[in-house]
């Protein structure tokens, strides 16, 4: 049985004090739903507070991006025991705007996985295609490559330590969400490449989230698909309402 996952990712919005009343506000709004895992990913310099305000509120904390290093010169880096060290227990590793415009490769990801499980981080990887490659006919040959290469030499027990994320690059920060049809296409691929490299019992454990344009409106959508298993959420993430909300919408769809 797989329980929904909720994560919002806040990228680079909100200083201390904004992230502080953020998080307030969810806090209220969600401390009666324990049906659903919900993650916050503020920037790192918000982690410390939010890591005391969610003290023993059942919402996780975590980060954005991370070091592959425990530490070393690497000017302007965060290393994962320090996000540890502030109370994160997810990482969001491979995010198509780290991607795009930080150079990321299917390689550094894969040294930051492994790092993160290294140190007991549980790593959302995020995959997804661009439009060209949509329209092109090529998105699951994208989504296979990303997927063979950032997951490059894990064994089948690391497998199961983690999150993936869907995120098709074009309906990311677009209004353009994939359409429920769409998202289940790929996810169900994605299950059958896990399915492929491990087997079938891992592969059905572990929670594919869908990220790009998810709002109120089209999480029920989504959610009701059988391999879809959580967002990742951006934009609507950034309002109490609105995030609180897409939990309340996941919710009572299923626990897989
Ligand atoms: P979005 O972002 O919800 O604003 O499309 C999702 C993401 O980038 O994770």
Redesign the pocket.
């Known amino acids: 049985m797989r329980k929904p996952m909720i994560a919002g990712?806040w990228k680079m919005y909100k200083t201390t004090q904004e992230a502080m009343n953020l998080v307030n506000t969810i806090k209220a709004g969600v401390h009666a739903i324990s049906d659903c895992d919900i993650v916050v990913c503020p920037p790192f310099t918000a982690l410390s507070n939010v890591s005391h305000l969610l003290n023993g509120s059942g919402i996780y904390l975590g980060a954005q991006n991370m070091h592959f290093e425990r530490e070393g010169a690497f000017t302007g880096e965060i290393s994962p025991v320090m996000i540890k060290d502030l109370g994160c227990r997810y990482v969001i590793l491979g995010?198509s705007?780290r991607r795009q415009y930080f150079g990321e490769t299917d390689e550094l990801i894969n040294k930051k996985v492994k790092a993160a499980l290294a140190y007991s981080l549980i790593p959302i990887v995020c995959v997804g295609e661009t439009l060209a490659e949509r329209e092109s006919g090529s998105a699951k040959e994208t989504v296979r490559k990303q997927f063979e290469g950032t997951f490059k030499d894990l064994t089948s027990d690391q497998f199961e330590k983690f999150v993936i994320a869907y995120?098709p690059v074009w309906?990311?920060?677009t209004g353009k969400t994939a359409s429920p049809e769409q998202a289940q296409e790929m996810h169900e691929f994605i299950r059958d490449l896990i399915s492929k490299r491990t087997n079938k019992d891992i592969s059905s454990k572990i929670r594919i989230l869908y990220?790009?344009?998810?709002k109120p409106e089209n999480i029920s959508g989504i959610m009701a698909q059988p391999d879809v298993d959580g967002g990742?959420?951006?934009?609507?993430c950034l309002k109490g309402e609105s995030f609180i909300q897409i939990i309340q919408g996941t919710s009572p769809v299923k626990t897989k």
Do not use: F, K, T, Y
């Not at 990220?211 to 998810?214: E, L, M, W």
């Open positions: 990712n995010h705007e995120e309906a990311i920060g990220g790009g344009s998810v990742l959420v951006g934009g609507a």
